[in-house]
T-cell receptor, first 112, second 110 residues
Framework: DAMVIQNPRYQVTQFGKPVTLSCSQTLNHNVMYWYQQKSSQAPKLLFHYYDKDFNNEADTPDNFQSRRPNTSFCFLDIRSPGLGDAAMYLC???????????FGPGTRLTVL | GEDVEQSLFLSVREGDSSVINCTYTDSSSTYLYWYKQEPGAGLQLLTYIFSNMDMKQDQRLTVLLNKKDKHLSLRIADTQTGDSAIYFCAESMGDYKLSFGAGTTVTVRA
């Protein structure tokens, strides 16, 4: 009955090698979010989609991109991962921008 | 998370009650949330309270909101080992943004 699904749960990549993380949802929510969470820190919002409208946070590095090909799926692309990008990446969804956010299980990214 | 503050650690004996405290600064907050994060997992929504409420109870969980002092607390009754986790307080300003606290690590000892 998973509602927000993230694949893979663990991803290992090499320094500078592009990587894509995947999120899907069965809730038919309008909004999908990507957060970065480093060890012992709170989640930090990278960007979100309201339907097809992309909203980037001001301090999100250009290295991070996102795609939302349809309502159910959203991807996080890291063009050239650095060691500092190793983190847990969390996807969340909400029905509307003011509604409760539901999180997926996260993808743990390791950069070698 | 600089607008939301939580104590970092709480140790509690199994069977006792846990109380996790949070303070926030934005009086225009509409919803306040408690999320639970177990090791290596995502954030699980535990409960939330609307800003015009003082209290919300849901089984073992009780949320108290003091708007005047901008203080939110989460009480877990009869704490179990499965309650060991990091608990995040978060406030919503009514737009898409959630402002998280740094998280309180709760350790339940036998």
């Amino acid at each position: 009955d998973a509602m927000v699904i993230q694949n893979p749960r663990y991803q290992v990549t090499q320094f500078g090698k592009p990587v894509t993380l995947s999120c899907s949802q069965t809730l038919n929510h309008n909004v999908m979010y990507w957060y970065q969470q480093k060890s012992s820190q709170a989640p930090k919002l990278l960007f979100h989609y309201y339907d097809k409208d992309f909203n980037n946070e001001a301090d999100t590095p250009d290295n991070f991109q996102s795609r939302r090909p349809n309502t159910s799926f959203c991807f996080l692309d890291i063009r050239s991962p650095g060691l500092g990008d190793a983190a847990m990446y969390l996807c969340a969804t909400s029905r509307d921008q003011r509604d409760t956010q539901y999180f997926g299980p996260g993808t743990r990214l390791t950069v070698l | 998370g600089e607008d939301v503050e939580q104590s970092l650690f709480l140790s509690v004996r199994e069977g006792d009650s846990s109380v996790i405290n949070c303070t926030y600064t934005d009086s225009s907050s509409t919803y306040l949330y408690w999320y639970k994060q177990e090791p290596g997992a995502g954030l699980q929504l535990l409960t939330y309270i609307f800003s015009n409420m003082d209290m919300k109870q849901d089984q073992r969980l009780t949320v108290l909101l003091n708007k005047k002092d901008k203080h939110l607390s989460l009480r877990i009754a009869d704490t179990q080992t499965g309650d060991s986790a990091i608990y995040f307080c978060a406030e919503s300003m009514g737009d898409y943004k959630l402002s998280f606290g740094a998280g309180t690590t709760v350790t339940v000892r036998a």
